[in-house]
């Protein structure tokens, strides 16, 4: 629990590699998640060779080098390996649907969330990078992933090289609904983002960034309208491509 409280995103690492039975009890650590139907819909593609980091890094526009991180983990919605199975088995498998595409990618980031907690257990940090969204099909060719393979995160690990402090969070009440959704007058939504939005480094960003407020930042600056439509579109495409679509 006190791991769970104190986790916050780490972004530089030293040169340090992280060893590979550390890597191994954190991969322990991912598999114990909660899986759909015990049927491990996930793989993960551990990234240490440098060579694979640095082609790898440019498809996180930069992230993976910037942060100095020795390992990258591609995590993966998987149904190819349960379908093989059923198939070598004489059984018909139908999971190469958008059905099973969240169901797999819910157990992915369950296990992904485990690893990245047992890396701080262990006194280690991590990050995830979302990017592997934007980039997903040149990441399944570099990772040969095959058909019903498709990657959802990645979570760069690494020995921290800083100590940020604790990323703030809207208040308690903001994301809890008692036995039905209470949805929110504007006022209520502005009032549960104002303490956020009154935070120094907040107001700096405002003014640094020639925008409005704090939602502008997000809407005008960090996820655009323009790369929410291209990047949904390439994904799309991907999911086609890799089997999840068949239209
Ligand atoms: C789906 C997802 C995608 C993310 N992508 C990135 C990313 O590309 N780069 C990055 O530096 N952090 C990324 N993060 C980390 C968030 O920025 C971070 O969790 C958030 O700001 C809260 O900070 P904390 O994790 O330190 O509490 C991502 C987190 C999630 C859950």
């Given at each position: 629990m006190k791991t769970l409280f104190e986790h916050r995103s780490i972004r530089r690492y030293t040169g340090e590699p992280v060893d590979d039975n550390i890597l191994e009890t954190i991969v322990a650590a991912a598999v114990r998640a909660s899986t759909v139907g015990g049927m491990q819909l996930y793989s993960f593609v551990v990234t240490t060779d440098k060579d694979m980091l640095d082609k790898l890094s440019p498809l996180h526009f930069g992230q993976i080098a910037s942060m100095g991180a020795p390992v990258a983990v591609t995590v993966c919605c998987d149904v190819h390996r349960f379908s093989r199975w059923c198939q070598a088995s004489g059984a018909t498998p139908s999971y190469h649907n958008m059905l099973w595409y969240v169901n797999g990618t819910i157990d992915a980031m369950l296990a992904a969330q485990n690893m990245i907690l047992e890396a701080e257990h262990l006194g280690l940090g991590a990050c995830i990078l979302g990017t592997t969204l934007y980039n997903a099909e040149e990441i399944c060719t570099l990772l040969s992933l095959p058909e019903g393979v498709i990657p959802v995160t990645s979570v760069v690990i690494g020995h921290p090289a800083e100590n940020p402090p604790l990323v703030e969070r809207l208040p308690i009440e903001a994301v809890v609904h008692r036995n039905v959704y209470h949805d929110y007058t504007d006022q209520q939504i502005l009032d549960l983002w104002s303490e956020k939005e009154s935070l120094d480094y907040v107001k700096q960003l405002v003014e640094q960034n020639n925008t409005r407020n704090l939602a502008e930042i997000f809407t005008t600056?960090?996820?655009?309208q323009k790369g929410n439509v291209t990047f949904t579109k390439k994904y799309m495409d991907t999911l086609r491509k890799q089997g999840f679509i068949k239209e």
């Amino acid at each position: 629990m006190k791991t769970l409280f104190e986790h916050r995103s780490i972004r530089r690492y030293t040169g340090e590699p992280v060893d590979d039975n550390i890597l191994e009890t954190i991969v322990a650590a991912a598999v114990r998640a909660s899986t759909v139907g015990g049927m491990q819909l996930y793989s993960f593609v551990v990234t240490t060779d440098k060579d694979m980091l640095d082609k790898l890094s440019p498809l996180h526009f930069g992230q993976i080098a910037s942060m100095g991180a020795p390992v990258a983990v591609t995590v993966c919605c998987d149904v190819h390996r349960f379908s093989r199975w059923c198939q070598a088995s004489g059984a018909t498998p139908s999971y190469h649907n958008m059905l099973w595409y969240v169901n797999g990618t819910i157990d992915a980031m369950l296990a992904a969330q485990n690893m990245i907690l047992e890396a701080e257990h262990l006194g280690l940090g991590a990050c995830i990078l979302g990017t592997t969204l934007y980039n997903a099909e040149e990441i399944c060719t570099l990772l040969s992933l095959p058909e019903g393979v498709i990657p959802v995160t990645s979570v760069v690990i690494g020995h921290p090289a800083e100590n940020p402090p604790l990323v703030e969070r809207l208040p308690i009440e903001a994301v809890v609904h008692r036995n039905v959704y209470h949805d929110y007058t504007d006022q209520q939504i502005l009032d549960l983002w104002s303490e956020k939005e009154s935070l120094d480094y907040v107001k700096q960003l405002v003014e640094q960034n020639n925008t409005r407020n704090l939602a502008e930042i997000f809407t005008t600056k960090r996820y655009p309208q323009k790369g929410n439509v291209t990047f949904t579109k390439k994904y799309m495409d991907t999911l086609r491509k890799q089997g999840f679509i068949k239209e």
